[in-house]
C-alpha cells in the first residue's frame, strides 16, 4: 500500500498574507490563529495577514507565524476528512509542526516555545558575525571537507542537507566566505551568501540550545500517534521520551532533510503533502526523488486540489 507524508516547511517560507484565506474559510484554522494570538500576547493573525515585511522577517515573528500558519492549514485539511499520514516530518522549525500534527506537543506549547526559540537564536550570534551560504552541485563530503579547510579556528560546517545537489554552510561569516571559493575551487556550480539573520544549525547556536534546552524541559510530550521523522538523525520514531533530546540537539545540528526524505522513501512513502506556507519543500522532495507525488496545502485552492491527488 503506498503511504502518504505530510511536510511542514521552517524559516523562509513566510509571506505577508499566508494564512487569511483558510482563516476566513475554515472555523478550525481561525481557532488556531485566535490560540496563537491567546498564548503569545499580541495579534500574530495581524502581523501574518496584513503586517510588515520587516517585522514578519524578524526570526522571533517569523518561527511562530509560520507554525501557526502551517498547523492552520492541517487542522483545515483534517475538517475536510484528508488521509491520516504513515508519517509526519518538518524542515527545523517545522519539526514542531509536525509534532504538534502528530499529537506530541501542545499548540499553545509548541507556539510559545518557537517564539523563544526565535528569540534565543537571534541573541546567540551578534549581528555580522555569523553567515549561511548555499552550496549548489557538490556533495557532502566534498562540502565537508571544504568546510574543514576553510575554518581556520573559526566555525564553518554543513548546516541544512537539503538534497543531493543543495547543501547550505553556515558559520563565522570570514569561514562561510572562504568556504564558498574553495567550494567553487572544489567543483561547486554556484556558492550564494544567505539573506539570513543568524548562522542557524552550527556551533555558534549552542547559547541558544543552553537556553532552550531549558525550557524544553518543561514540556509536556505525548507519543506520536503517527511516526515522526526527526532533523538530528532522520530517524522515525513515535517515542515521546527522545523528542526534547532530538528538538534540544538540533537548534546546533544539521537539518538532515536528504536522509529524512530517503528514509520515508524507504519505507515506502510516494506522496509528500507540504502543509503550510509556500512550495519550499515541495522543490526538494523532487530534487531528491522524482518517482514521488507531490501537493501542497496553503489555502482553500491548493486544499481542494491535494484532496483531488488523494482521491
Known amino acids: ?89 518538518g524542515h527545523s522549525l517545522g519539526e514542531y509542526s509536525a509534532l504538534v500534527a502528530a499529537g506530541v506537543l501542545d499548540f499553545g506549547d509548541a507556539v510559545r516555545t518557537v517564539r523563544k526559540r526565535g528569540t534565543y537564536m537571534q541573541e546567540a550570534v551578534p549581528v555580522g558575525v555569523g553567515a549561511m551560504a548555499a552550496i549548489l552541485g557538490l556533495d557532502l563530503a566534498t562540502v565537508e571537507e571544504g568546510c574543514a579547510e576553510a575554518a581556520q579556528g573559526q566555525v564553518c560546517s554543513p548546516a541544512n542537507i537539503n538534497s543531493p545537489s543543495q547543501i547550505v554552510i553556515a558559520g563565522n561569516t570570514e569561514a562561510v566566505e572562504r568556504a564558498c571559493e574553495i567550494l567553487k575551487e572544489k567543483g561547486a ?83 509528500f503533502i507540504e502543509i503550510g506556507p509556500g512550495k519550499v519543500l515541495s522543490g526538494l522532495v523532487r530534487q531528491i526523488n522524482r518517482e514521488v507525488r507531490y501537493g501542497n496545502i496553503e489555502d482553500s485552492v491548493s486544499l481542494k486540489s491535494t484532496l483531488e491527488i488523494l482521491g
Open 1 to 89: 500500500m503506498a503511504k502518504i507524508a505530510y511536510i511542514f516547511p521552517g524559516q523562509g517560507s513566510q509571506a505577508v498574507g499566508m494564512g487569511k484565506d483558510l482563516f476566513d474559510n475554515f472555523a478550525e484554522a481561525r481557532e488556531v490563529f485566535e490560540q496563537a494570538d491567546d498564548a503569545l500576547g499580541f495579534s500574530l493573525s495581524e502581523m501574518c495577514f496584513a503586517g510588515d515585511e520587516a517585522d514578519l522577517q524578524l526570526t522571533a515573528n517569523t518561527q511562530p507565524a509560520i507554525l501557526t500558519a502551517s498547523i492552520a492549514a492541517f487542522r483545515a485539511a483534517e475538517s475536510q476528512g484528508i488521509a491520516k499520514p504513515d508519517f509526519v516530518a
Open 189 to 271: 556550480k554556484r556558492a550564494i551568501m544567505l539573506n539570513v539573520s543568524a548562522p542557524f544549525h552550527c556551533a555558534l547556536m549552542m547559547p541558544a540550545q543552553e537556553k532552550l534546552a531549558a525550557d524544553l524541559a518543561e514540556l509536556n510530550y505525548e507519543d506520536a500517534n503517527v511516526p515522526v521523522v526527526h532533523n538530528v538523525d532522520a530517524q522515525a520514531s513515535n517515542d515521546a521520551s527522545a523528542v526534547c533530546d532530538k528538538l534540544t540537539k538540533q537548534v546546533s545540528s544539521p537539518v538532515r532533510w536528504l536522509q529524512s526524505v530517503e528514509t520515508m522513501s524507504a519505507a515506502g512513502v510516494e506522496t
